[in-house]
């Protein structure tokens, strides 16, 4: 499952993290404060994903606006948008702009649990944006708000 900015959302140790078991969430709300610095409480760590329910969304994405555009815009992510730039995309993607730059300093085991869902956001909406070649979906430009 993929989120609106092009983070793997299946592959995120929230993802369903609750199902998971409190082991799992302590052991992920641990490594986000050692990795990230995040102050998260082991019980929140748990996400349908950031389409999914507001029930079952990670709160810091709540307040995504790409996340809001694409719910409103029946979008699978923002890579099926016909808007070429967009400010609430980049503030999205920009939130995990920093993660190769930690990666490097990780270890193997740390880059495939914890940032590996978070590479590649970019090139992964790129390549949506490529298959779904023009005319997108029946919507033009400036109709999406």
């Given at each position: 499952?993929?989120?609106?900015?092009?983070?793997?959302?299946?592959?995120?140790?929230?993802?369903?993290?609750?199902?998971?078991?409190?082991?799992?969430?302590?052991r992920?709300?641990?490594?986000?404060?050692?990795?990230?610095?995040?102050?998260?409480?082991?019980?929140?760590?748990?996400?349908?994903?950031?389409?999914?329910?507001?029930?079952?969304?990670?709160?810091?994405?709540r307040?995504?606006?790409?996340?809001?555009?694409?719910?409103?815009?029946?979008?699978?992510?923002?890579?099926?948008?016909?808007?070429?730039?967009?400010?609430?995309?980049?503030?999205?993607?920009?939130?995990?702009?920093?993660?190769?730059?930690?990666?490097?300093?990780?270890?193997?085991?740390?880059?495939?649990?914890?940032?590996?869902?978070?590479?590649?956001?970019?090139?992964?909406?790129?390549?949506?944006?490529?298959?779904?070649?023009?005319?997108?979906?029946?919507?033009?430009?400036?109709?999406?708000?």
């Amino acid at each position: 499952m993929l989120s609106a900015c092009g983070v793997m959302c299946s592959e995120c140790p929230a993802y369903h993290g609750a199902d998971r078991g409190a082991a799992h969430q302590r052991r992920v709300a641990k490594a986000w404060q050692r990795i990230y610095g995040l102050e998260e409480a082991p019980e929140h760590i748990s996400c349908g994903g950031c389409l999914g329910t507001e029930r079952d969304l990670f709160h810091t994405s709540r307040r995504c606006r790409a996340r809001r555009c694409c719910l409103r815009n029946g979008f699978g992510s923002c890579g099926e948008c016909p808007m070429e730039r967009c400010g609430d995309l980049e503030h999205a993607q920009a939130v995990w702009d920093g993660v190769p730059a930690l990666a490097d300093r990780l270890s193997r085991a740390d880059v495939l649990e914890y940032a590996a869902p978070y590479l590649g956001h970019r090139e992964r909406l790129a390549a949506i944006r490529e298959r779904e070649s023009s005319p997108r979906r029946g919507v033009e430009p400036g109709q999406v708000r």
